[in-house]
């Protein structure tokens, strides 16, 4: 990129050096003195005599010097050029002078020292004319990005602060001065703020300020006219979006809560009477088995029939305990889960199991409950969709936080467009939503052929006013 301008400009050098400012009448009465020195030259050399008096060997020549310079100086090359090419066509006469008469060799190698000046001297002056003009091009724009900038920074409806690298307010645009004041500008980044602005790192932290609503800080990096760099603060007003963030965590944790309170009926519903119903029927084919006079084919039918019931009888049962399973309330987390666990191992034969680390300790109802359909949501992804042969659980029980890990050796999927699967995998985003209602995170790493890993990791505590209410 650097070359294609350094050969433009050469291009226009050699264009101007053969384009002489011809129109210039200054450019002429420096032609005019080099023909005055020319021909008093030639009037010397013809007159011989002359010469050891007012006018020694070489000092005509060397006078070309002069307008050479001047030349140089008012037009650069091009002048300079054509004035040392002008110089020589006139000395032509003077050196087809005889020997006895000229000074052949000493005219010619000062003709040539001139013409050399002339190009050297035209070209340094060129160069310099050159670089004045990229500077002054470069100024320009300078100033015009400044104007530029300052336009769009007072004009901007977002309050702006540019700070220095000790985090004092340097420059504030109107909006900020309207939302900080207007003796913003010398007081500190922690006054204003409420925190020290001191690095690109802090870019996205919300900031409550006086005016009640709440602002995103948006940095950029600046370049200072002194060593450090400077750093400017965009505060963008997010009010409305976390306002609408709050409302839709709140409805979905409505609906977490509406599901489960859902769940919770069900489960009563089905243990109290479907269940019920077919634990009295299966007594009732029993005993209708058992009396006497009854044939034998039909004997068979009624116990046939008493396994019928007894099966649905358990089916409901095992999902009455999915709906709302009694361990979690009675005996904790890690039993559910274990539970579970050997119900899946028992029904499909997969090859399950669990494994604890930490301090284990009963967590809130909401974070147990919670925690426990994320991992069975993880177990029934699994043997849904993965195919697997195995299937491990890890709950750690930190300090602060629970972590629980599902990983199978399945198919796997793309993680990457995990997006593209949503419509068909809705548990993903059923999961991940239960971990930001519990004010944790979700983690999902899969890869075709390489198996999935879901990792949750829950604080012990729901955030105020963010998860739903706890069961009762």
Sequence with gaps: MTDRPARTEIGAVLRRALHPPLGERRFWVVQAMVVLIAGVHLFVDLHSSIETKAFPVGIPVALLIIPVGYAALRYGLSGSAATGLWATLLWLPDLLLPHDQGHVGGDLADLVLVDVVAFLFGQRIESERLAHARSKHATAERLAAEARYRQLFDANSAPILVLDGQGVVRDANPAARALLGEDSIGRASEELLGVHVDAEEQAGRVLSLPDGRDYRMDLAALPARRDDTDIQVILEDVSRERAEGRRATHYAALVVQAEEDQRRHLARELHDEPLQLFLHLARRLESLGGTSGVP???????????????????????????????????????????????????????????????????????????????????????????????????????????????????????????????????????????????????????????????EATIPHRTPTGDGPARPS
């Excluded at 109802?365 to 849904?384: C, H, K, Y």
């Excluded at 972590?403 to 793309?414: A, E, K, L, P, S």
């Design 296 to 454: 034998a084919g039909v004997q068979h039918d009624l116990a046939e029939a008493r396994h019928q019931a007894l099966d649905a009888a358990s089916r409901l049962r095992v999902l009455a305990r999915d709906l709302r399973p009694p361990a979690l309330e009675q005996l904790g987390l890690v039993a559910a889960l274990s539970s579970l666990l050997a119900d899946v191992e028992d029904e499909v034969g997969l090859d399950s199991r669990i494994e604890v680390t930490g301090d284990t300790v009963r967590l809130p109802p909401d974070v147990e409950l919670g925690s426990f359909r994320i991992a069975q949501e993880a177990v029934r992804n699994t043997l849904r969709h993965a195919q697997a042969r195995r299937l491990h659980l890890h709950l750690c029980f930190g300090p602060g936080d629970l972590q629980i890990t599902v990983d199978d050796d399945g198919c796997g999927f793309d993680a990457a467009n995990v997006d593209d699967l949503a419509p068909g995998h809705l548990g993903l985003l059923g999961m991940a939503e239960r971990a930001h209602l519990l004010g944790g995170q979700l983690d999902v790493r899969s890869a075709p052929g390489k198996g999935t890993v879901i």
